[in-house]
């Protein structure tokens, strides 16, 4: 167990519709990742965010949007759904270093999204 | 090109083989990360690195930064081991660029 809680585990739904989905880091961690996996495209990073603000942004798309709270869980909100937006969805934390911008990440256990 | 290369794609071994899996970069990096994600889906994060060696157990990740190149050894394979291992970078800003993975299936 990594300590990153990812709600909820599976999600289906239809094609155009919004679904958020939620993350909790591991205890004292700052930092918050976003990652989709797909079938086709393998893992890509999608966005960060550190200490409620965002960090760095990938090939995350317009129809996507996250926030971290001041409690410092996540939200990533997927709205327009299509097809291919059917991914495994993870989540990962990690707390700073002294001197550095990047430590080891804690990976939750993913929610799988299904739209039809 | 991918800027994030894993050879080989597939590995199928014998148990007790010592294996290497092999990641090329082609950016800049700050850091390199060896992930392993398990046939349930899970991810695990095996090394950071940014430069040299680390060990834990049996595995072994090292990581030359002047030709842009990291392994990944596994000594003593177990049936346990087989999974999918992953290589991952993080480029100058701040972005992580993953590898497709190598899937590894260590038979008993």
């Known amino acids: 167990d990594s300590g990153v809680t990812q709600t909820p585990k599976h999600l289906i739904t239809a094609t155009g519709q919004r679904v958020t989905l939620r993350c909790s880091p591991r205890?004292?961690?700052?930092?918050v990742y976003w990652y989709q996996q797909s079938l086709d495209q393998g893992l890509q990073f999608l966005i960060q965010?550190?200490?409620?603000?965002?960090?760095a942004k990938g090939n995350i798309l317009e129809r996507f949007s996250a926030q971290q709270f001041p409690d410092l869980h996540s939200e990533l909100n997927l709205s327009s759904l299509e097809l291919g937006d059917s991914a495994l969805y993870f989540c990962?934390?990690?707390?700073?270093?002294?001197?550095?911008?990047?430590?080891?990440?804690?990976f939750g256990p993913g929610t799988r999204l299904t739209v039809l | 090109k991918n800027e994030v290369e894993q050879s080989p794609q597939n590995l199928t071994a014998q148990e007790g083989e010592f294996i290497t899996i092999n990641c090329s970069y082609s950016?800049?990096?700050?850091?390199l990360h060896w992930l392993q994600q398990h046939p349930g889906g899970g991810i695990v994060s095996l090394f950071m690195l940014s430069s040299g060696k680390k060990k834990h157990g049996r595995l072994i990740a090292t990581i030359n930064i002047q030709e842009k190149h990291s392994s990944l050894h596994i000594t003593a394979s177990h049936p346990r081991d087989s999974a999918v291992y992953i290589c991952?970078?993080?480029?100058?800003?701040?972005?992580?660029?993953f590898g497709k993975g190598t899937r590894l299936h260590i038979l008993p």
């Open positions: 991952a970078v993080l480029n100058r800003d701040d972005k992580i660029i």
């Open positions: 950016v800049g990096i700050s850091a």
């Open positions: 990962a934390s990690s707390r700073p270093v002294a001197g550095g911008s990047y430590n080891e990440q804690f």
């Open positions: 205890s004292g961690d700052l930092s």
């Open positions: 965010y550190y200490n409620g603000e965002e960090r």
